[in-house]
């Protein structure tokens, strides 16, 4: 019976939800049919075997053989491994209370039912061992926390945007146009650069917010860009301090996060914003391209993260091992390897038909300029100026990299993008934010145009070399002198 709740739980999930992808019906997509075929089909068939006396006997005889300490652990053990499932990875089905319900109640009938063929005094045994796993498993869960909160250094701010404080990192890099070896360092704050001054309003303070293109991992402490142009801009005469808050695979949606909680709390003069190159995923990622964060800005998810030191480092886990997201780590020559084989590999598939509006492709084609917006209307509520720099690239519209692959996308076309039709991607992007910025009289440097194609500035598609960080360090800084907001003018 419970069993069969549970299942009926989990139906009106599926039953109640709605799929775009292979769709039946208008509404059910043939992977929801098949897991409602599948779980109908099990159900019925554990309903017919319980039905039948002769299976229902040799179950029961089965389930008393059970040691009682292997019944409590069956009984313990689902709870908290459910919850990890649903915490790291929000399925839709676990995401509605009749479907976590649903699956509790599956996960807990074996164990009733194992419970219930006990004799009295294997089930007096049973409840105490039972007991007994409770009781260590609460203090073990505590204890666990508090032993990772002693080890892993937490964040001043939001867990979710890894601004981890103090760290240091030795770099050994084989990379083109980088130094074999350098230093990776964050300040108390947890970003590159130097601690925040003791007279913050004495000085002219900017943040700069992007992704890996900004944190600069591979490179020197002193040769990121966001350091150069703090050096560059000193030698002018400004008294500045740069703090480098670029965090890799972060898109707008993110840097929306970054100003709430980081900028809204420190109030810089400026924010430099880099961005475009981690939103080039959505146009041929879709929905998993863009939902690649599963902890939601407000909930109970959110609070238990915000809350649980464990549950933060279980969630980098899963970021870095199964997202494969960047890491510090030495980049080996084999790693160096793999980045000339991807700036090579020819054109094997016949590339997707592009459509006139290339942000048709996305999505959610306002989401882009949406965030852009959001991002300018915070910055104006905390009093901080918002200056924007579109993102470079090494591809280009030639013939060259139009045999050059650029993005696979085989999964769900047979297909690839050429390395040129990336470019155009990323100059849609760089053009939405040039003309929003204009119509909002934001100033936005086209750092594209400047740079992009210079391949002695890149050592991969998108992230810069010591070479290229220098330039654009030296471009910004010049930029933002002709502007003249950094000296009053």
């Known amino acids: 019976m419970i069993t069969g ?4 739980l989990l139906l009106s ?3 109640t939800s709605t799929s775009t992808s292979g769709v039946i019906l208008q509404r059910y997509s043939l992977r929801l049919a098949a897991f409602a075929a599948v779980l109908v089909g099990l159900v019925s068939s554990a309903l017919a075997a319980l039905l039948h006396a002769g299976v229902r006997k040799s179950l029961a005889a089965f389930f008393s053989s059970v040691p009682p300490w292997l019944a409590s652990l069956s009984a313990v053990l689902p709870v908290p491994a459910l919850f990890l499932i649903w915490f790291l990875f929000p399925f839709p089905l676990l995401e509605r209370w009749n479907g976590l319900l649903g699956m509790c109640l599956i996960l807990t009938a074996p164990v009733v039912f194992m419970f219930g063929s006990y ?3 294997k089930l007096s045994e049973a409840v105490k061992s039972l007991v007994a796993s409770l009781v260590i ?3 073990g869960v505590l204890l666990l926390e508090a032993a990772t909160r002693l080890l892993v250094p937490g964040s001043i701010f939001s867990p979710k945007l890894a601004l981890v404080t103090n760290q240091r990192f030795s770099l050994e890099i084989d990379l083109p146009g980088i130094s074999p070896e350098g230093v990776l360092t964050t300040n108390r704050w947890g970003m590159r650069g130097e601690d925040p001054p ?8 900017v943040i700069t917010v992007g992704g890996s293109t900004t944190v600069c991992y591979y490179l020197d402490d002193s040769k990121t860009w966001p350091h150069i142009m703090q050096e560059t801009l000193r030698q002018s005469g400004v008294p500045v301090w740069v703090g480098n808050a670029g965090i890799p695979c972060h898109s707008v949606s993110e840097h929306v996060l970054m100003l709430k909680e980081v900028v809204a709390t420190v109030k810089p003069d400026l924010v430099v914003f880099l961005v475009g190159a981690n939103e080039l995923a959505h146009f041929w990622g879709g929905e998993a391209a863009v939902n690649r964060n599963p902890l939601q800005p407000q909930g109970l998810r959110d609070r238990l993260f915000g809350s649980s030191r464990v549950l933060q480092v279980l969630h ?11 890491v510090v780590r030495p980049a080996v020559t084999e790693e160096r390897e793999i980045i000339r084989n991807r700036l090579r590999t020819p054109m094997t598939f016949p590339e997707p038909e592009l459509p006139e509006d290339l942000f048709l492709l996305l999505p959610d084609p306002g989401a882009f300029s949406g965030d852009i917006l959001r991002m300018i209307r ?3 509520e905390i009093g901080a100026t918002p200056v924007f720099l579109t993102q470079p690239l090494l591809f280009r519209d030639t013939v060259h990299w139009r045999g050059i692959q650029g993005a696979t996308v085989a ?3 047979g297909a690839a993008y050429s390395a040129a039709t990336v470019s155009l991607f990323l100059d849609a992007l760089n053009l939405e934010l040039l003309e929003i910025c204009a119509r909002e009289g934001v100033a936005c440097f086209d750092l594209a145009s400047a740079v992009s194609g210079e391949s002695a500035y890149f050592y991969d598609e998108m992230h810069f070399t010591e070479l290229g960080a220098e330039r654009i360090g030296e471009e910004v800084a010049w930029y933002l002198l002709e502007l003249g907001i950094l000296t009053g003018d």
Not at 198 to 205: L, R
Not at 316 to 326: F, G, L, N, Q, T
Request: proline letters at 5%; aromatic letters at 6%.
């Open 5 to 8: 709740i549970g299942a009926i």
């Open 13 to 15: 999930v599926i039953l």
């Open 119 to 121: 004799t009295q005094p």
């Open 137 to 139: 498993l609460v203090p």
């Open 198 to 205: 003791a007279d913050w309003n004495g000085m002219t303070t």
């Open 316 to 326: 980098k886990a899963r970021i870095v091992m199964i997202d494969e997201a960047m």
């Open 378 to 380: 915070i910055c104006r």
């Open 411 to 413: 999964d769900r076309y």
